[in-house]
């Protein structure tokens, strides 16, 4: 017990394990004391990264005008999220993002074309520019889209990017269902129809604030931000959309991920950031209206399971049982994208148990120091039943009257 104590407060305390605020780095850790980054640690392996990439010479506006586009901006990408729903490879998606429209388009080349002039820019900019001009895209070339799963280490190396098939898109509710061809246990998150207001959610995406401002996230690994579950209702521009509010800091680029809960269940799809700050999501109901228009059930399959059961044993510090499971897991599933990951920064907490275990304070000085503790345990509690029973001013059995029933003076008003 001293030993699984000790370790987990090394892997804490190590940066590759810290505590993840809002919008972490990196991949969250199985041994993290915040349960909704051990939720996303689990649902993580099935988010999937959405490029959607065309090229355009420039924007039209409503009076007739087009303005052009430089070189170097004509490319144009849009990032958006997916995640699995059942091992066979279907996922789910925002239809904004698997089918932009040419608002979205001229909107993600008018911010890059503010960028690349070197003038202020932002999406909030960008979107009311196009909203105000009826701005469409000229010059367009057919839109090509690809997804990537969520990959650390070795296996980011790897390009594993596919073209889907659409197979459903729904306007009304902004989602969409496509299939990844080829593919057989892949990683999937099961869903939940809870949408109790207060109730933590963890959102995964690909999205960033400005991707020209800094250098782009680590490869493959999604931002984690952590929030709350909102009001559920109509949204606001279109009456037959049913939006839950949620508090999580959402960005553009985190449109199609999942918002999940402590348990790793998918309660909703991100759709959109709020300008007063947090996002909205379309609830599990939602997608499921979809998904039955698809005929797709979603399912975890043998993959997810045996993830969420390694993930469980490192928590637990059974840690040659989370690599057999991990092991499994790569077997169920080679192109696993944290497995082989997770096997590496196990094996990092198995060595860092066996140069505890040979240092010489190890053997002889906890041994002294938890012998001491025990005595100081058993000197406080000896003291403590002495002063429950013995003290006047403590109540024990030979002092029982309530300190209600003792004459006091009345509260002063506030």
Do not use: C
């Not at 070197?118 to 001009?133: F, T």
């Not at 066996?354 to 002294?368: D, F, H, M, Q, S």
């Not at 503790?373 to 002063?387: E, N, R, S, Y």
Request: net charge neutral; no cysteine; hydrophobic share 45%.
């Amino acid at each position: 017990m001293v030993i699984r104590l000790l370790l987990a407060v090394v892997a804490l305390l190590a940066p590759a394990g810290m505590a993840l605020g809002d919008v972490p780095t990196g991949v969250p850790d199985a041994l993290s004391p915040e349960p909704l980054e051990r939720a996303a640690l689990a649902a993580m392996p099935a988010v999937w990264r959405v490029e959607a990439t065309t090229t355009m010479t420039g924007i039209r506006t409503k009076d007739g005008r087009t303005i052009p586009l430089p070189p170097r901006a004509r490319a144009v990408s849009r990032e958006g999220t997916a995640f699995g729903v059942t091992p066979d490879g279907y996922l789910v998606s925002a239809a904004h993002v698997v089918r932009p429209t040419g608002a979205d388009l001229a909107e993600a080349a008018y911010f890059q074309y503010l960028a690349f002039s070197g003038r202020p820019h932002s999406a909030d900019i960008a979107r009311e520019w196009v909203k105000d001009n009826d701005a469409v895209p000229t010059g367009l070339t057919p839109i090509n889209l690809v997804m990537r799963p969520t990959a650390a280490g070795a296996a980011a190396k790897v390009d594993r990017g596919v073209t889907p098939r659409i197979v459903e898109v729904d306007q009304m509710r902004d989602i969409a269902v496509v299939k990844v061809p080829g593919v057989i246990n892949t990683p999937s998150i099961g869903l939940d129809r809870g949408l109790d207001r207060g109730t933590p959610i963890a959102t995964l995406g690909f999205g960033a604030e400005d991707p020209f401002a800094q250098p782009q996230r680590a490869d493959l690994v999604p931002a984690v931000r952590l929030g709350v579950i909102g009001e559920t209702g109509e949204y606001e521009d279109n009456p037959l959309r049913i939006i839950t509010l949620i508090s999580n800091e959402v960005q553009k680029g985190d449109s199609g991920g999942p918002a999940v809960d402590e348990r790793g269940r998918v309660r909703g799809i991100v759709l959109l950031k709020r300008g007063e700050g947090g996002g909205g999501m379309a609830p599990t109901e939602q997608i499921l209206r979809v998904l039955d228009r698809a005929n797709v059930r979603g399912w975890e399959g043998r993959t997810q399971l045996l993830y969420r059961e390694a993930l469980g044993r490192v928590a637990q510090f059974d840690l040659k049982g989370a690599t057999t499971d991990l092991r499994r897991t790569l077997a169920s599933y080679p192109a696993h994208g944290l497995a082989a990951y997770e096997i590496q920064r196990v094996r990092g907490l198995e060595r860092a148990r066996l140069a505890l275990a040979g240092e010489p304070w190890y053997r002889g000085g906890l041994v002294a120091a938890g012998l001491s503790a025990l005595l100081i345990a058993g000197i406080l509690a000896v003291l403590l039943w002495k002063a429950v029973n013995r003290s006047p001013g403590v109540l024990g059995p030979r002092d029982r009257k309530a300190p209600f029933d003792q004459d006091s003076e009345p509260d002063d008003e506030p």
